[in-house]
């Protein structure tokens, strides 16, 4: 990532350029571009129309942007009298709502055949979650292949190493999130939360949920400069404790005299846990799960299905500038917010496209299911099986494995296992050990079965 140009500070501006320069351009330089995006002085002034003064638009975009600013006053930069901010131009406006009107209840996900719980699970929730496992771990430097990560949550195979450790904690700290979506925000969760996605798999000499006891502690940039000094440790306990009154505080502009939109709210906790950075390690792990955490706490029950970490990961540059651009800045946070809603944007598409697919491929398999005589020879979990064992050819089912997904007991798993061997649909064999018996999905089967 290129050195970031950062802005001359407001005062000096205005103290530099003098009023018959800037007050001209007030008309023609607003808080976005004719494009509505909301540009950082970095790439602002290679933006400015030729013949106008470079620092007399920003001071117009400045006063733009100024007018609108909303002020979070439980939010602290490190300085005595800073404050975080924020504005909500048309575009970002616009992109909102476009998120609003997708997860709107999300009812596509329960049409049709695709209506119980379990096919929730099994079509979405399971590998969804997975995903956002394993790329959140792959952020914060996990190696593990995609397919020995899934192999390892599919069949609950216990970690052995440090990045499926760290995979295998992000696997259960989503669930975690869930689990915990109707309870107030405290230290104590965000320490839970810590502690679950740092156990066995946490740098620096830090103790998972533990707050850090020193200030040995910088981000820098690919130039290996200081990009981000974070606030004293001593300030920890009283920042976390204004985050949290920030997160429990009612903005719904009905109740109250706020309003600050949902995923604002989300994404401004997950920038201030990095901001703050009140952990020796485990910072961008815990910000993330604090994001789903307040989606789901808002009612946005589709973002249990949403993956954002593998979008970030795509263009770490970008989510690295965001934080400097906010910091840079005044500590604006519409910065983050564009970057993050714009994630937000992209994961909720590929999530409709996922969905569209999974829903196609159900209504594919139940249409050939009802046209032969096996449906009326097998148990659903035996058909869900062999879906899966037509879809992937060479796929290892064991009973462990059908018995955690299926959630029944493993002599059932068994049972259900060898009938699809009896009917000629899986192979049976033994592990090298000889001790456990493996089931494989043979090549051919789609052609057998005439799907």
């Known amino acids: 990532m290129a050195r970031i140009r950062v802005p001359i500070p407001f005062t000096e501006l205005m103290e530099k350029v003098s ?22 002085w970095d790439k602002f002034k290679w933006k400015v129309d030729t013949g106008d003064d470079e620092d007399a638009a920003w001071i117009a975009t400045k006063i733009s942007r100024n007018s609108t600013k909303k002020y979070i006053a439980k939010l602290q930069g490190k300085n005595e009298g800073e404050l975080f901010s924020y504005c909500v131009p ?45 790329t959140s771990s792959q952020l914060e430097g996990a190696s593990t292949t995609r397919k020995v990560a899934k192999d390892m949550l599919e069949n609950n195979r216990k970690p052995i190493n440090k990045s499926e450790q760290m995979i295998f904690n992000n696997y259960l700290l989503m669930k975690k999130v869930v689990e915990r979506k109707d309870e107030d925000l405290s230290i104590g969760l965000i320490l839970e939360l810590h502690s679950i996605a740092t156990f066995e798999a946490i740098d620096n000499d830090a103790i998972s949920g533990e707050l850090r006891i020193d200030n040995d502690i910088t981000i820098r940039n690919g130039y290996n400069e200081v990009a981000h000094e974070p606030p004293s440790f001593e300030s920890l306990k009283e920042r976390l404790t204004l985050l949290c009154q920030f997160a429990n505080e009612c903005s719904d502009g009905k109740n109250s005299d706020t309003f600050i939109h949902p995923l604002i709210k989300a994404i401004t906790l997950h920038f201030m846990i990095g901001y703050i950075h009140p952990f020796g390690d485990g910072n961008g792990r815990t910000a993330r799960a604090l994001f789903y955490w307040f989606m789901l706490r808002s009612g946005y029950w589709l973002f249990e299905y949403v993956s954002i970490s593998k979008l970030i990961q795509e263009k770490r540059s970008d989510y690295d500038a965001a934080y400097i651009y906010t910091e840079s800045d005044d500590l604006d946070l519409t910065y983050f917010i564009y970057h993050q809603v714009d994630i937000v944007i992209k994961a909720v598409d590929a999530l409709q496209k996922h969905i569209a697919s999974k829903k196609g491929e159900f209504y594919q398999f139940m249409e050939w299911i009802d046209k032969s005589p096996l449906s009326k020879k097998l148990k659903r979990t035996q058909l869900e099986l062999l879906k899966d064992a037509i879809k992937e050819p060479g796929k290892i089912f064991t009973a462990k494995q059908v018995s955690a997904e299926f959630d029944i007991n493993q002599n059932t798993a068994r049972t259900y296992l060898n009938g699809l061997v009896d009917e000629d649909l899986l192979i049976s064999t033994r592990s090298k050990k000889g001790k456990m018996i493996l089931y494989l999905a043979p090549s051919g089967l789609r052609d057998k079965l005439k799907i």
């Open 19 to 40: 009023n018959e320069v800037f007050i001209p351009l007030l008309s023609k330089y607003k808080a976005t571009d004719l494009q509505g995006n909301y540009l950082h």
């Open 90 to 134: 048309d575009s970002l406006f616009s992109q909102l709502h476009y998120i609003d009107t997708l997860t709107g209840g999300g009812h596509s996900i329960g049409d049709g055949a695709f209506i119980t719980t379990r096919e929730k699970d099994k079509y979405l929730v399971k590998n969804l979650i997975m995903e956002e496992a394993i």
